[in-house]
């Protein structure tokens, strides 16, 4: 399997575009997150799905930010209008029925 | 203001000592945990997991236990080397499949 997979790998975009980011989770697994990690938070967790639905999206820090997952094999997470305070590595992770959480090897956003 | 990161707790080791990396979490309920270990650039890599009703799990090189009384988990490394060197996280899951929230992490360092 080749993980969890995750585009794109670097993302530079000015303040007030849009930022989407991409997951594809492993194949078979029923849950996937997304996480955000920096230097001041550490790695906090945003939204988490089960079987496509969102389960809890009490992470997400403000409205603009939304997550969608249309099936078991893409999920996407987008920031709009982005802010400089987004920059952060973004990390995708998904699980089988609880267990074997695993994580790709994100996206680094900055926000210019 | 200015802003201020996380000062991550560092352990300095001599290869082929043995480490042992601390972490207390937070939510007595929480019945999964796992250990993981993050090199710069990548996502986190799972280590070992080990669920509530058990107090101690083996891997290979690592053996992780757990002291509910006092919320206390540890990451015992065995003749740690030089490719050891990472940010180790410990995380915990309440009630399977859900959210897996991180600790800080610890920085490992190893001296040749």
């Known amino acids: 399997d080749a993980g969890v997979i995750q585009s794109p790998r670097h993302e530079v975009t000015e303040m007030g575009q849009e930022v989407t980011l991409r997951c594809k989770p492993i194949s078979g697994h029923d849950y996937l997150f997304w996480y955000r990690q920096t230097m001041m938070r550490g790695l906090e967790l945003l939204i988490y799905f089960n079987n496509n639905v969102p389960i809890d999206d009490s992470g997400m820090p403000e409205d603009r930010f939304s997550a969608k997952m249309p099936n078991a094999s893409f999920s996407t997470l987008k920031i709009q209008p982005s802010e400089p305070r987004d920059s952060a590595v973004y990390f995708c992770?998904?699980?089988?029925?609880?267990?074997?959480?695993?994580f790709g090897s994100g996206t680094r956003l900055t926000v210019v | 203001g200015e802003s201020v990161g996380l000062h991550l707790p560092t352990l300095s080791v001599q290869e082929g000592d043995n480490s042992i990396i601390n972490c207390a979490y937070s939510?007595?309920?929480?019945?999964?945990f796992i250990w993981y270990k993050q090199e710069s650039g990548k996502g986190p890599q799972f280590i070992i997991d080990?669920?509530?009703?058990?107090d101690k799990r083996q891997g290979q090189r690592v053996t992780v236990l757990l002291n509910k009384t006092v919320k206390h988990l540890s990451l015992q490394i065995a003749a740690t080397q030089p490719g050891d060197s990472a940010v180790y996280f410990c995380?915990?899951?309440?009630?399977?499949?859900?959210?897996?929230?991180f600790g800080q992490g610890t920085e490992l360092s190893v001296k040749p």
């Open positions: 939510n007595s309920a929480s019945d999964y």
């Open positions: 995380a915990e899951i309440y009630n399977q499949g859900g959210k897996l929230i």
């Open positions: 992770a998904s699980s089988l029925q609880g267990y074997g959480y695993t």
């Open positions: 080990i669920r509530s009703n058990m």
